[in-house]
């Protein structure tokens, strides 16, 4: 177990499909995250998981949003209905200390 | 919402020379962290330091953190043109159980 993994690194979908990430947190990490970030800005917190339960989402999380963690293992984050605003890199992090993050995944929305 | 803000947005300077960086917040916090970004790849921590604490070194990574002012510097000393990167600092916030919060970064290039 190396890091956190990201599935897909890219994604190219037309408006008004929905897509899903997963993310491969390290294993004895409690804690997920996902984060998204456009390009030049910093990352903004979208949801977290402690174990299984999700525990605090953002304003950004929109109806069209929605993560799951089973079992407190990987977790997927899925986009209904996707828009061109929905572009950017969306990535996962895990932590029972310390936070490690993943490589990302890239969405495009054309 | 991004807590802090990251001065400058951008630096540009030569490999040898030392690159400065600063952070303010806006809540008290329970720690500070520093992050690298490569262009279009995920974040790697580069260190962290406590609320008690005023300044942590790491290698070429000199980090200092004044909870008066709400503020922070990440000093990278003898640049090389590898550390050309996106830096990121993040709080972690006292009201329990948040999340990190990023600034929007500040992009470093270094000139061989």
């Known amino acids: 177990d190396t890091g956190v993994s990201q599935d897909p690194r890219h994604k190219i979908t037309k408006r008004g499909q929905n897509v899903t990430f997963r993310c491969d947190p390290i294993?004895?990490?409690?804690?997920l995250y996902w984060y998204r970030q456009t390009l030049g800005q910093g990352p903004e917190f979208l949801t977290y998981?402690?174990?299984?339960?999700?525990?605090?989402k953002s304003r950004l999380l929109s109806d069209r949003f929605s993560a799951e963690r089973p079992k407190g293992s990987f977790s997927t984050l899925e986009i209904q209905r996707t828009e061109q605003g929905d572009s950017a890199m969306y990535l996962c992090a895990s932590s029972a200390y310390g936070y490690t993050f993943g490589s990302g995944t890239r969405l495009t929305v054309v | 919402s991004q807590q802090g803000e990251e001065d400058p947005q951008a630096l540009s300077i030569q490999e040898g020379e030392n690159a400065t960086m600063n952070c303010s917040y806006k809540?008290?916090?329970?720690?500070l962290q520093w992050y690298r970004q490569n262009s279009g790849r995920g974040l790697v921590h580069l260190i962290l330091?406590?609320?008690?604490?005023r300044e942590k070194h790491s290698g070429r990574l000199r980090v200092t953190l004044d909870t008066s002012k709400k503020s922070s510097s990440l000093l990278i000393t003898a640049s090389r043109a590898a550390d050309t990167a996106s830096y990121f600092c993040?709080?972690?916030?006292?009201?329990?159980?948040?999340?990190?919060?990023f600034g929007k970064g500040t992009r470093l290039s270094v000139i061989a």
């Open positions: 294993s004895e990490h409690n804690r």
């Open positions: 998981f402690q174990n299984e339960a999700q525990l605090e």
């Open positions: 809540t008290s916090i329970n720690n």
């Open positions: 330091i406590r609320s008690n604490e």
């Open positions: 993040a709080t972690v916030p006292n009201s329990g159980n948040t999340p990190l919060v």
